[in-house]
């Protein structure tokens, strides 16, 4: 269809180049956005079609470079400016440092154990051996040992530590050097971590972060590829994030760090090599909000971790068809941020949630329950739930790929949704 | 020296066990030799020993054995007035002791009455451990507990008011009424808890040691030496929390101490059917640290190890593992039919009841009068009898209190609907809680 073959050159010109953090740098660093208007124009021969007016922000003009001109007489209305933003800062691009996921978790975390001597990092291999994902490389050269604290194996018991050093007024960070390993430590977390504050009638506080790797990777295996954040949220007294962009990786950690509650910090294994220029002055994010990372009219979709990412490899397709979905990455895992995520329902009246936990119990399954409860009237569609499959992770790469949420079926599932 | 003197005066008994008539032969498997010297009392520094107890029989004899090895310790005395207690001493033990035993026979009353419900678990026979520990800590010491509580809270200083209100589940009780008998915590007095799963309490115990190091090394704070205790069970010593927590302790020498009850019953399992080695005190030297056996039913005895233990973990010298031999004279719990233990077990363990004991000391060696202790027993009777007024005076928890506690910053419970925090909303705290 020629204005489809119009429209697809022209998004293919549109598309980013460069890693999905690439795109982000452009639009989450300033927490601007590329914004895409979307008003029908007539109906065409059956299909529809969209003018799209493109306003970028803080946008690489290389981005818009090689945008094609229309040469069937189609109007195709651009407007690739780089905005000065509201902010006031000039060349907000060349600002900021450039960096990597596990170096701006560094960065935060450097930031933290200067401003406070009580916060303390305790785990396998965090101090000498610089972390297994090198998140605290070089840090015990320069805090000592104490500070970085070189635990034996023995999850359980240094979890159950650092919650009573938390309890007699440090500031403790327990790494787990995978996610999955935290499950012998799963006593101390649900027992002490997230009810002592509460049998002890509010008498101690455990301001401690769990933070740690998890996720499906590499053909890592079934144990080394758990998403535990369906196992923990429904320990009460538990807050839970989930960092996956440099920039909210940062934000998250100070500010799970600086929390009075037991926070537990999900990172995901294929994401520490992220690269994103963030912001030179000190930030710190909220832990209770989500983050809008995409504005649209058609569909919510919400997602978390590295989800984000194949989400937003299916956005540029979905674009490219004609729809404009609206993507929420919601960062807060437990509790959930339902002014922003009720707000997105209230708009596009229809929500896909795609994660990487498992079908059974995940996040997924807490959030269509949220919202049907907070939003019932709002939804025009049942919502939409793309999670793992209840498998255990296997180490063949085809049957890896299979377990996990990929870009064509978040295609799909927009597509029957947009029906309703 | 007098751990080690312990360790090879236990040695020498338990080698000699099957030899009648001489116990003080000395054991041949020791490497090196040691000079006899009185056993208590003693005011030499003591050292990371290890020992060599090939020969420990694990078999019918070794029951004898331990036995024989409480005679001996109290043969070991000889002199009691080498004991150092002074007259004040004496009465507080004594006054400490009795407390505890009026208060958890009044527990017993009020549990049997329907004031108290759950799980109770009463800490009677076992006095002199708690007094023998916690009367030597300070006020800044961190005291760790299992679900048997109740008189490490009393020991360490919480008002009896206090610990009968959260037995009632009134508001006024340590924790509010939100913890129960098996959660006794206190900010004020550094009462850790209160752990209802055995093991749990040790690692925090051993955070909160951790934290006096941290404080002393890297907040560079001199007077940074507050000494944790954790108080734990023969149960609790197959499971892997002990063991971990022995090794870490050990490894960076926290200021702690880890205190086993040996009340010989994990409810209904003996410890001989559970445990491939019992002595328990020889596990401490595999790890690095001196083990020591003393006479839990001896408050006198069980004070003396914690004085040089407490010393040595203030000094840094690192963790010290203390097996108490003691006896719970009730059940595990209140619901704890109590079958299994044979009478002459319990008559055995019944003559030696840490309060006869001292006071029958305390008398004979003229260090308090009979009317002296009538008088404490009829305080301690007032104590307890208030504090069981207080609890029943005092009200129910409201139901604003459900939420109050459930996190530190109330931010927790997130973002609503309407974009304000759950917390900032009115009535909130009569509402639901859901994330």
């Known amino acids: 269809m020629e204005s489809t073959a119009l429209l697809q050159k022209l998004t293919a010109g549109m598309a980013f180049r460069g890693n999905p953090a690439t795109l982000l740098s452009s639009s989450s660093a300033s927490s601007h956005f590329a914004r895409v208007q979307a008003s029908a124009w007539p109906i065409m021969q059956g299909s529809r079609l969209r003018r799209l007016n493109v306003e970028a922000t803080d946008l690489n003009a290389n981005a818009f470079g090689t945008m094609p001109h229309s040469s069937t007489g189609l109007k195709i209305i651009t407007k690739a400016v780089a905005v000065k933003t509201e902010r006031g800062s000039t060349a907000t691009a060349q600002q900021g440092h450039e960096l990597l996921l596990f170096e701006a978790l560094r960065e935060g975390l450097d930031e933290e154990m200067e401003r406070d001597p009580t916060v303390c990092v305790i785990g396998e291999d965090v101090g000498h051996y610089g972390g297994s994902y090198k998140v605290t490389k070089g840090m015990a050269e320069k805090y000592g040992d104490l500070r970085l604290l070189d635990t034996p194996i023995a999850e359980n018991s240094f979890t159950g530590m650092a919650i009573g050093a938390a309890m007699s007024g440090l500031r403790p960070i327990v790494e787990g050097m995978n996610m999955g390993f935290l499950l012998l430590a799963f006593n101390q977390i649900a027992n002490n971590c997230g009810m002592l504050h509460y049998t002890s009638g509010g008498q101690f506080t455990i301001p401690i972060v769990i933070r740690g790797p998890g996720g499906v990777g590499r053909q890592l295996g079934a144990e080394h590829s758990q998403r535990l954040e369906s196992y923990f949220q429904s320990v009460p007294g538990l807050q839970m994030v989930a960092c996956s962009t440099p920039y909210n990786a940062k934000g998250l950690m100070k500010a799970a760090i600086r929390s009075e509650n037991p926070v537990i910090l999900f990172e995901h294994v294929l994401l520490y090599n992220l690269k994103e220029r963030i912001p030179d002055e000190e930030y710190v994010l909220c832990l209770e909000e989500a983050e809008l990372v995409r504005p649209g009219e058609d569909i919510t979709i919400l997602t978390y971790s590295r989800m984000r990412h194949h989400v937003l490899q299916a956005v540029k397709t979905l674009v490219s068809k004609g729809y404009d979905p609206e993507v929420i990455d919601i960062r807060s895992l437990k509790p959930f941020d339902l002014f922003t995520i009720g707000n997105s329902v209230k708009k596009t009246h229809k929500v896909l949630i795609v994660e990487e936990c498992m079908r059974t119990g995940g996040i997924g399954a807490s959030l269509r329950a949220a919202i049907m409860e907070n939003f019932f009237d709002e939804l025009d569609a049942p919502i939409g739930c793309l999670s793992s499959q209840d498998v255990p992770t296997p180490y063949a790469g085809p049957l890896e790929d299979l377990t996990v949420v990929q870009p064509p079926q978040i295609v799909f599932a927009v597509e029957q949704l947009c029906k309703h | 020296m007098a751990i080690s003197m312990a360790l090879s005066s236990i040695s020498s008994s338990v080698s000699s066990s099957t030899s009648v008539g001489n116990p003080r032969r000395r054991a041949l498997h020791l490497k090196t030799q040691r000079p006899r010297t009185v056993f208590l009392g003693s005011k030499v520094e003591c050292g990371i020993r290890g020992v060599q107890h090939t020969d420990l029989s694990r078999n019918a004899t070794f029951h004898s054995a331990k036995a024989t090895l409480s005679e001996l310790l109290r043969e070991n005395t000889t002199s009691t007035s080498d004991l150092l207690l002074m007259h004040d001493e004496g009465l507080e033990l004594y006054e400490d002791m009795i407390l505890a035993r009026s208060f958890e026979d009044m527990c017993a009353q009020m549990y049997y009455r329907g004031k108290m419900f759950g799980?109770?678990?009463?800490?009677?026979?076992?006095?002199?451990?708690?007094?023998?520990?916690?009367?030597?800590?300070?006020?800044?010491?961190?005291?760790?507990?299992?679900?048997?509580?109740?008189?490490?809270?009393?020991?360490?200083?919480?008002?009896?008011?206090?610990?009968?209100?959260?037995?009632?589940?009134?508001?006024?009780?340590?924790?509010?009424?939100?913890?129960?008998?098996?959660?006794?915590?206190?900010?004020?007095?550094?009462?850790?808890?209160?752990?209802?799963?055995?093991?749990?309490?040790?690692?925090?115990?051993?955070?909160?040691?951790?934290?006096?190091?941290?404080?002393?090394?890297?907040?560079?704070?001199?007077?940074?030496?507050?000494?944790?205790?954790?108080?734990?069970?023969?149960?609790?010593?197959?499971?892997?929390?002990?063991?971990?927590?022995?090794?870490?302790?050990?490894?960076?020498?926290?200021?702690?101490?880890?205190?086993?009850?040996?009340?010989?019953?994990?409810?209904?399992?003996?410890?001989?059917?559970?445990?491939?080695?019992?002595?328990?005190?020889?596990?401490?030297?595999?790890?690095?640290?001196?083990?020591?056996?003393?006479?839990?039913?001896?408050?006198?005895?069980?004070?003396?190890?914690?004085n040089e233990a407490i010393a040595r973990a203030r000094r840094g010298d690192g963790p010290t593992l203390v097996e108490c031999e003691t006896y719970r004279f009730r059940g595990h719990s209140l619901a704890d039919p109590d079958e299994l233990r044979k009478p002459d077990e319990k008559a055995h363990y019944a003559a030696r009841d840490p309060i006869m004991s001292l006071k029958t000391y305390l008398i004979e060696n003229n260090l308090a009068s009979e009317g002296d202790l009538k008088a404490i027993e009829k305080k301690i009777d007032e104590i307890v009898e208030d504090s069981v007024e207080f609890a029943e005076a005092s009200p129910l928890p409201e139901r604003s209190q459900l939420l109050e506690n459930v996190f530190a910053d109330p931010k927790g419970f997130g973002i609503g609907p309407d974009g304000r925090y759950r917390c900032e909303e009115p009535g909130f705290t009569a509402g639901t809680a859901q994330v």
């Open chain 2, 119 to 306: 799980f109770v678990h009463l800490y009677n026979g076992q006095e002199a451990v708690s007094t023998g520990f916690i009367k030597s800590l300070r006020k800044d010491d961190f005291v760790c507990s299992t679900y048997r509580d109740h008189v490490h809270a009393l020991s360490k200083g919480v008002p009896a008011r206090q610990v009968m209100s959260e037995l009632f589940g009134k508001a006024t009780g340590c924790c509010r009424g939100q913890g129960g008998s098996m959660h006794m915590f206190s900010k004020e007095h550094q009462v850790l808890g209160g752990f209802a799963f055995i093991g749990e309490g040790i690692p925090v115990a051993t955070g909160a040691a951790f934290a006096t190091k941290y404080r002393r090394e890297v907040l560079k704070d001199d007077k940074a030496d507050a000494v944790t205790v954790a108080f734990f069970g023969d149960g609790t010593c197959n499971n892997g929390q002990f063991f971990e927590c022995l090794n870490m302790a050990a490894l960076w020498k926290l200021p702690i101490i880890f205190v086993v009850e040996n009340n010989l019953w994990a409810i209904g399992m003996s410890h001989y059917r559970a445990t491939s080695i019992p002595e328990i005190w020889t596990k401490g030297p595999a790890f690095g640290m001196p083990g020591v056996h003393v006479d839990g039913m001896d408050v006198l005895k069980v004070r003396e190890v914690a």
